[in-house]
């Protein structure tokens, strides 16, 4: 973490929260994983010059040089209403910058005015209101929206449905809203304060709870393969498994594995290939920086 520079007393107090909610892994993020700066530029092509931002969070993968994620936060203090132009402008600095690998949060210690808010909900811009140190989040969204992965992800999706028709039973295409929807009540099972409060997704009681409520085990005493590529972990609906190579144990990667396959457990247990229950589904080690 860096030493955060002097400034406005706003930015200064905002940097000081949030750097102290991303240590303790409140805000979604690995801190192993990230940065945080304050009063850092970046480089817009569109302006041909920097773009400096109060406050910024960068997130790499563990072994790279360069983030992949880049999450940019605006501070405003007001003795009146957030107008709908300030966050049109941070929202176009955003991409300018950061484009599909990025999110915006605005944060203010006043109220955000109704265009303000329609227009962040469109964009997929969060909205906090800092008081004292509570962060309220008036809007959480998840990333910025963009047609052009829109138009990607349609794309992908009739390829996808064109090459399995027919072919496996049990196969359907779900949006992205239907994923929230899905993740968000399944969370919600296990601990309604999770959503609600912003808590850290407590990996143990998920493993309780789907042993509890559906009899899916987790193993983590063994080393999966010795395969050059390594598997990280896998499902198998036959045996209720989740496995986790233990060499990822007491690490970063850990609840991202679990959680990936939890995830194959809520969305492909019913799957049948060619009349035939597909029993394991494996997640090998992905080198993220080729």
């Known amino acids: 973490m860096n030493t955060v520079l002097k400034g406005d007393t706003f930015e200064v107090k905002v940097y000081e929260v949030i750097k102290d909610r991303l240590a303790k892994g409140e805000l979604g993020f690995i801190p192993e994983s990230c940065e945080i700066f304050h009063k850092k530029a970046y480089y817009s092509k569109d302006r041909m010059k920097d773009i400096t931002f109060d406050i910024s969070i960068e997130t790499k993968f563990p072994g790279a040089s360069k983030y992949s994620y880049l999450t940019l936060i605006e501070c405003k203090s007001y003795n009146h209403s957030v107008p709908v132009n300030d966050v049109e402008e941070f929202y176009t600095k955003v991409n300018q910058v950061a484009d599909l690998n990025g999110k915006g949060i605005f944060v203010t210690d006043s109220v955000f005015q109704e265009g303000a808010f329609n227009f962040a909900n469109s964009k997929g811009i969060t909205l906090i209101q800092l008081k004292?140190?509570?962060?309220?989040?008036?809007?959480?969204?998840?990333?910025?929206?963009?047609?052009?992965?829109?138009?990607?992800?349609?794309?992908?999706?009739?390829?996808?449905?064109?090459?399995?028709?027919?072919?496996?039973?049990?196969?359907?295409?779900?949006?992205?809203?239907?994923?929230?929807?899905?993740?968000?009540?399944?969370?919600?099972?296990?601990?309604?304060?999770?959503?609600?409060?912003?808590?850290?997704?407590?990996?143990?009681?998920?493993?309780?709870?789907?042993?509890?409520?559906?009899?899916?085990?987790?193993?983590?005493?063994?080393?999966?393969?010795?395969?050059?590529?390594?598997?990280?972990?896998?499902?198998?609906?036959?045996?209720?498994?989740?496995?986790?190579?233990?060499?990822?144990?007491?690490?970063?990667?850990?609840?991202?594995?679990?959680?990936?396959?939890v995830g194959h457990f809520k969305l492909h247990n019913a799957l049948k290939i060619n009349q035939q229950t597909n029993h394991i589904y494996n997640d090998p080690e992905i080198n993220f920086l080729n």
Do not use: M, W
């Not at 047609?147 to 449905?161: A, E, G, H, W, Y």
């Not at 039973?169 to 099972?189: C, D, H, V």
């Open 132 to 261: 004292n140190e509570d962060c309220n989040f008036i809007l959480h969204r998840t990333n910025i929206d963009n047609q052009v992965s829109k138009d990607i992800n349609v794309l992908i999706t009739d390829l996808i449905v064109k090459i399995f028709e027919g072919k496996i039973e049990g196969l359907a295409f779900l949006s992205k809203k239907q994923i929230e929807e899905i993740t968000t009540n399944f969370l919600n099972e296990v601990d309604n304060q999770i959503i609600s409060c912003y808590r850290p997704t407590p990996v143990k009681l998920i493993e309780e709870f789907i042993f509890d409520n559906y009899k899916i085990k987790t193993v983590t005493n063994n080393q999966i393969s010795p395969q050059k590529d390594k598997i990280f972990g896998y499902f198998n609906p036959k045996n209720k498994e989740i496995a986790i190579n233990n060499t990822i144990i007491e690490t970063p990667c850990f609840p991202f594995v679990f959680a990936h396959e």
